[in-house]
């Protein structure tokens, strides 16, 4: 298939991240793959290196939507695209209108637990437009069934994947990223990767810390991400007199390198019908790391709880610390919590496997229509 992965957005998260491993994994699967994003956005930077190929398209303005539309659209027929598959709010729309009326079939992928139906436009978009939506989890198809009214029969969960850690690097990378954090052999290094924003709960995250530090000072706390509460953040660490133990990183594109460095990782994001499917936990899975985290969107398939990790309620710093404590005490746990990560990750959430279940929701589209009837 001729297949266009389009993101509108101008940051690079978890959804961006997604798109570039979907192109990855689709080309190997003989599928000829372009993907489209705003000009000069690191996206289409990876996707470049990584040879796929990339279509700078100006994502921009509630009011040029129709003329994205069209450019889109003559995109399509030029590329005799099969599939066009969108992934934010904004080319969803783009996307829907070009696809219409043509041999391309419209996918949408929705990254978030929460409706996508804010106006007439999404409802003709949604409910005419679309061919199938592809959710990141349960909590998620849940939303578009009941809040936007979206048929179950045009909805498929498909849990995302991420490549294997190579760890032929991680021993290299392990000490190079420990020597930038400062850290000694005997530090447990506890990791957090999540964009700087109210759901992701950072600031029960450094309660947390502040537990965990009054029993034990060999621990360090680097948090990766950017985002507007950066300012605040860093405010609350000094209240909290837990500057020492945290480190803020900003935003960095060589995760791959980061997640070496870590022992454990810790997620707190809160339950505010956003949190889908976290691809940093995922990132953990294959890095074999014991996982804490809030039990919010799809992170309860992603870890087991006693067995890979542990799941504490969101907004419960002293369950989040007591938790972290358990493995932090005790090494065996913590070798025998991220052998179980891995063994998740590969049965379940490898990108391979993802690109396979993308596909076939594809291929059913190109015979079937928005209403999800064979033709």
């Known amino acids: 298939m001729n297949i266009l992965l389009s993101n509108s957005t101008d940051i690079f998260g978890g959804g961006e991240d997604y798109v570039l491993i979907l192109a990855k994994y689709l080309s190997l699967r003989g599928h000829s793959v372009w993907v489209a994003a705003l000009p000069g956005h690191l996206l289409l930077e ?95 198809k849940k939303v578009l069934m009941e809040e936007d009214g979206i048929p179950e ?114 997620h707190s994001s809160l339950e505010l019908a956003a949190e889908a499917f976290p691809l940093a936990i995922l990132r953990a899975l294959a890095g074999r790391l014991p996982v804490v985290s809030t039990n919010v969107g799809g992170i309860g398939l992603m870890v087991e709880d006693g067995v890979s990790g542990f799941l504490v309620q969101p907004e419960d710093p002293g369950s989040l610390a007591e938790s972290l404590l358990k493995i932090i005490r005790d090494e065996r746990l913590r070798n025998s919590m991220g052998a179980v990560s891995y063994q998740l990750f590969t049965r379940k959430f490898h990108a391979s496997a993802m690109a396979e279940r993308v596909e076939q929701i594809y291929l059913g589209t190109r015979v079937a229509g928005p209403s999800g009837e064979r033709k």
Not at 96 to 101: C, D, E, T, Y
Not at 171 to 184: D, H, I, M, Q
């Open 46 to 140: 990876k996707c470049a290196a990584a040879g796929i190929r990339t279509i700078p398209v100006d994502f921009s303005g509630m009011g040029r939507v129709f003329s994205v539309a069209s450019e889109l659209r003559t995109l399509l027929r030029s590329h005799a695209i099969d599939i066009i598959h969108s992934n934010a709010n904004y080319d969803r729309t783009c996307a829907a209108l070009a696809a219409a009326f043509s041999r391309t079939r419209h996918v949408a992928g929705i990254h978030s637990a929460h409706s996508i139906q804010h106006n007439i436009t999404h409802y003709l978009r949604n409910h005419f437009a679309t061919a199938h939506f592809l959710a990141d989890a349960e909590a998620v």
């Open 153 to 266: 029969t045009r909805i498929t969960v498909v849990p995302i994947g991420v490549e294997d850690d190579h760890r032929d690097r991680s021993a290299s990378s392990r000490a190079a990223f420990r020597s930038e954090l400062g850290v000694g052999t005997q530090t447990l290094v506890i990791g957090n990767v999540a964009r700087l924003v109210p759901f992701k709960g950072h600031r029960y995250l450094l309660e947390t810390i502040a537990h965990v530090v009054r029993e034990r000072t060999d621990v360090f706390f680097p948090i990766v991400g950017d985002g507007e509460l950066l300012k605040p953040l860093m405010d609350q660490a000094s209240e909290l007199g837990i500057e020492r133990y945290v480190r803020f990183l900003g935003f960095r594109d060589n995760l791959h390198e980061l997640y070496p460095g870590f022992d454990i990782y810790c």
